[in-house]
Each structure stands twice: as C-alpha cells, then as structure tokens.
C-alpha cells in the first residue's frame, strides 16, 4: 500500500498547478492588443528618462498577454478582462473598425491619461458589452459621445471629465443610470427632459434623472445638506425651494395627494 502517500501527493501536486498556473491568453486577445498598441506613438523618451513609468510595451516573442503589464485575464478562461493603460502616453486615434473591438469580455478600460488627438470617441466602445468600467478622463477626446455607449447595460462606472465634449439627449437618460457618472469639466452640453412621475412606473430610475436635473441647475447642495460656511441662510432657504419646487413640478397630481395623506396621517 505504499503507493497510496505518493498517489496522495500526485494529486497534491497536480492541484497545486492546477490552481496557481494561469491558463494562456487566447490568440485573438493577444493580437488584437498588439494592434491596438502599434496603432499609437508612444513617447518612449518621457516614460523612460522623465517619469520613469513602464511602458505598455509586450514583446512579439511573449503572446501571453495575461503576463503583460495592465492586462488582466479570467483565471479559468483566459479571456482578457481588464485593461489599465491609465498615463501610458498613448497619442493618436481609436479606429472603430480595430480589432481591439472584439475583446468581448472585456469588464474593465482604463485610458485616462493618455493623448487621443481630440478624435471621436469611437463609437466601436459599444461593442464591449460586458463593460462595468469605463475610464476616458483627460484624455483629449473631442465631439459628441457616441450613442452606442449608452447601450452598455452593465455599465457601473463612467469617467467622460476633462475632455471637450458634448452630451446630448437620448445619450444622457441612459447613461445617468450608472452608479457614478462623472462629467466635470468636460463642457458636456446637455439637457435632461424629465417625464412626471406618476406613481406607476420604476422610481429609482426616476430619482437619478432628478439628481442630474438639480445638478444641471447646480442646486445640489440641497440634496447632500453641505452648503459650505460662505453660504448666508437666506442663500439657503432659496436653494431648497428651487429644489423643492422643481421636484413638486415633476410629481403627478395623484402622487402629491398621497403624499399630502402620508403627512397629515404622521
């Protein structure tokens, strides 16, 4: 029965490869993310003598690109799932018809930080439809968001500030429903045309479009309660009725007298 400890170990061993050893990336991933770095000029003089930051930069020898710096892969599958090229001193433009498109598990990009030449957006970013992250701040995009971004229901997190761009309706009722959604000083041009609630449809939904109507007319503070020490009291009072009013004229008839019965039964 001496052959039971070595079978034990076998097995020991054979789970221990099997747990740590990440399986290769898919060839079309590692092609695609090739492409897509050759198709920029990369400033190899400030990453390398400047700042002193790493250069996305695999080699054509090493098609593993679950071992590539900023690249992230599903441990089972080997499929890319992440990409940070966050200050990879990326410059140029994102062609839609790139193959980077068809990096279909992808669940997170980051390109903040890089230079994209005030290009478009591409509107190919909707074809990553597993996308719960999405990072393009400071990144000298240019022109209208693409529609096709609004199409990523998975979507949890946006970052669209320092860019020049605009925003317009239907883009901006879809892409609200995000968890964060952040446009600052992104000279995002847009206005929200609010339904009134009726009391029938999905609230939550409803309750984001408001706050980004109240942030629109920078009345805010109302909501959080954090007006800051050089707003006077009167300042105050005037904010919150803005608010209150705007949300009133959002509320149907039959909402408003339940909640007038809610108020006199408390």
Not at 69 to 75: L, R
Request: proline letters at 3%.
């Amino acid at each position: 029965m001496a052959f039971l400890p070595l079978l034990h170990h076998l097995l020991i061993i054979i789970t221990y490869f099997a747990y740590f050893v990440q399986p290769l990336c898919h060839n079309d991933d590692s092609i695609a993310l090739l492409e897509f770095k050759n198709s920029f000029i990369i400033d190899k003089l400030l990453l390398e003598i400047l700042l002193h930051i790493p250069e996305f930069n695999p080699g054509e020898e090493n098609r593993d690109c679950c071992s590539w710096d900023s690249v992230a892969c599903d441990t089972d599958t080997g499929c890319v799932v992440a990409l940070d090229l966050s200050s990879s001193f990326l410059h140029g433009s994102i062609n839609s018809t790139s193959t980077f498109f068809n990096l279909s598990q992808l669940q997170r990009l980051n390109l903040a930080y890089n230079d994209f030449d005030f290009f478009q957006i591409p509107s190919a970013m909707g074809h990553l439809s597993r996308l719960t992250y999405l990072n393009l701040s400071h990144s000298s995009f240019y022109g209208q968001v693409p529609f096709e971004i609004s199409r990523l229901s998975n979507l949890s997190f946006l970052a669209l500030s320092y860019n020049d761009l605009e925003l317009k309706s239907p883009n901006l009722s879809s892409l609200i429903l995000v968890s964060i959604l952040d446009l600052g000083n992104s000279k995002l041009s847009a206005k929200l045309e609010l339904e009134v609630f009726n009391g029938k449809g999905d609230f939550l939904p409803w309750c984001k479009k408001m706050k980004v109507v109240l942030v629109q007319m920078k009345v805010t503070k109302a909501i959080v309660g954090s007006y800051g020490v050089y707003v006077i009291e009167d300042m105050k009072v005037e904010i919150d009725e803005i608010v209150m009013s705007t949300i009133i004229l959002h509320l149907s008839n039959n909402v408003l007298r339940n909640v007038d019965d809610v108020k006199t039964t408390s």
